[in-house]
C-alpha cells in the first residue's frame, strides 16, 4: 500500500469537525499500514426497537460510509463525496460498543472504492460492505 | 399491486416506537396505493461538515433503510430485518427537510426486495436506492 | 424527461457493434418517452445446469449493465464506462427469451445512475438493478 | 476458516456442468484455506466494443457472481441460490485471461456473504465485488 497522506491525528481532527460525527461519539484509533481503525460508542438513540434493543441498520450504513471515506483520506489526502454504498447485514448489534475497520481496494484518478466492516466488541461480524468515492477533486 | 397490510396509523406507531427513529423525527405522511410517503426534519445534528452544512450520506442511507422496511410493512404485514441495502447519492443535501417514497419492486416468501428515494422540499432528487429483505418469517 | 440524444436506430447500430451482444442476440425494440426495451433471445449456452435449465445469473446482470448503459446513451448521446452495478434476482429464468426496461434515474455531469428490469415473455419480473455510469466524458 | 466442504475436483466438476461455464471454459485453478481460485480464458465473443476491445461487464459480473457462489460451495457444500450482487469496475480487461479469488465474508443459516475479485494476468484488479446468497437450503 502507499505511504499515509494523513495522520492519526488529522484524521480526528476532521472526522470530529462534524456534527452528526460528534453526535455518534466516533473516534479513529487506528492508522495501521492498510487500515483504518474506529470505535464507535453505544448510545440509547441509536435503537430501532425498544425491546429488542439492536442498533439501527442506518447506524451501521453510516459507519460503513464514513469509515470508507476516511480510508480514502487516509491515502488520498481528503475527504470525498460518495457516490455510492452497499452495505450487508450480518448479525444484530445488541446494545454495544462497535468497532470498524476499512481500507482501500482501489485508489483511481476519477473514483476509488474502499470496503469497511463493523464489529462487535467481542470481534464479532456485524456489517460489511463497500462505498465508491469521487476522487476527481484530489490533486497529483 | 396487492392490498396494504397495514394502515397509515399502523405504520406510524411502530415507526415512532424506536428510539433513533424520534430523534430523525421521522413520520409516514401518507400510504398510497403503491408507495409509502415520509417527511424528515432537518436537526442541526445531521451534518457532516460544520460549514458546507450538508446532512450526513449515513442519514440518507438510513432513510433508504427505513422506507424500503416499511413499505414491505405497509404490503407484508411486518417490519423484517434488512439483509442489504444500495444507496445512491445524486445530491447534496443542504440543510433541508426531507420526503421519502418507497414501493415493492418484488414481494418473495424468503427475501423481497423494496425501493426508495430522497427528495428535498423542492422535489429534487437527494438519494435514491433499494433494499433486500428477510421475509420468511412473514406468515400467509 | 429530457428529449432523445439518440434514436431506436443509432441505439441499434451502436449495440450490434459489440461481439458479446452479438452472441447474445440482443434486439433494442422500442424507444418510449422514459424507457428503453430490449428483447434477449434465450440460447442453450446460457444455462448455468443442464438439467435444472435456467438461465445463468451473470446473463441477467449483463442485460442489467448493459440496458441502463443503453438508457444513458438514449438521454446522453453516449455509451459510458460502468462504475459499479447492483442486481437482484427474484427469479429463475428457464430457457425463456427475455424483455429488458431501463431508464434513467439522475444524469448527473460528472456520474449517472439508470435502472433495469429483465422480465419473461409473460411480464413476470425475473432480474432488476441498477448501474452507476461515467459521463464526466460527455460534453455539454 | 472452517474445513472444505467440497475438493478441487468437485467444485471443478460442477462448475464445468454449466453450459455458459463451458461457453466461458472457466477452470477452478486452486483452493486454499481461504480462497478459491478460478482461470477463465479470454474469448473474442466476450469483447463489447470491437475497437478498444475491452471485455463486456456483464462478464466480469458473471465472474464475480460465479466466483462468490463456489466460495459458498467450496465452505458450506452446494451451489446456491444468488440474492443479489454488486460489482465494481476498476480498470478495463483488454483481450486478457482472467484470474478470479473469492472467499467467503460470512456464512449464515439463512443467507451467506462472498466476496471476489478478477485480475489480469499481470495481477492488476479490474474488477472486485460481493453477492449474498441463499443458503437456507443446506443442512448442517
Same mark, same amino acid.
Given at each position: 500500500?502507499? =505511504?499515509?497522506?494523513?495522520?492519526?491525528?488529522?484524521?480526528?481532527?476532521?472526522?470530529?469537525?462534524?456534527?452528526?460525527?460528534?453526535?455518534?461519539?466516533?473516534?479513529?484509533?487506528?492508522?495501521?499500514?492498510?487500515? /483504518? /481503525?474506529?470505535?464507535?460508542?453505544?448510545? =440509547? =438513540?441509536?435503537?430501532?426497537?425498544?425491546?429488542?434493543?439492536?442498533?439501527?441498520?442506518?447506524?451501521?450504513?453510516?459507519?460503513?460510509?464514513?469509515?470508507?471515506?476516511?480510508?480514502?483520506m487516509?491515502?488520498?489526502?481528503m475527504a470525498?463525496?460518495?457516490?455510492?454504498?452497499?452495505?450487508?447485514?450480518?448479525?444484530?448489534?445488541?446494545?454495544?460498543?462497535?468497532?470498524?475497520?476499512?481500507?482501500?481496494?482501489?485508489?483511481?484518478?476519477?473514483?476509488?472504492?474502499?470496503?469497511?466492516?463493523?464489529?462487535?466488541?467481542?470481534?464479532?461480524?456485524?456489517?460489511?460492505?463497500?462505498?465508491?468515492?469521487?476522487?476527481?477533486?484530489?490533486?497529483?
Amino acid at each position: 500500500m502507499a =505511504e499515509h497522506k494523513a495522520t492519526l491525528a488529522e484524521l480526528n481532527e476532521r472526522i470530529k469537525m462534524g456534527p452528526y460525527h460528534q453526535w455518534l461519539g466516533v473516534e479513529v484509533t487506528d492508522l495501521t499500514e492498510d487500515e /483504518v /481503525v474506529f470505535r464507535i460508542p453505544f448510545r =440509547e =438513540e441509536m435503537m430501532v426497537h425498544p425491546e429488542r434493543q439492536y442498533t439501527h441498520g442506518g447506524i451501521l450504513a453510516t459507519i460503513i460510509d464514513m469509515a470508507a471515506d476516511y480510508a480514502i483520506m487516509a491515502w488520498a489526502g481528503m475527504a470525498v463525496p460518495t457516490i455510492d454504498i452497499r452495505v450487508d447485514y450480518h448479525r444484530a448489534a445488541i446494545k454495544c460498543d462497535m468497532i470498524a475497520k476499512a481500507r482501500i481496494v482501489k485508489l483511481g484518478r476519477v473514483y476509488s472504492t474502499a470496503e469497511a466492516e463493523v464489529y462487535d466488541p467481542d470481534g464479532k461480524l456485524l456489517a460489511s460492505g463497500r462505498g465508491t468515492f469521487l476522487t476527481n477533486v484530489i490533486k497529483d
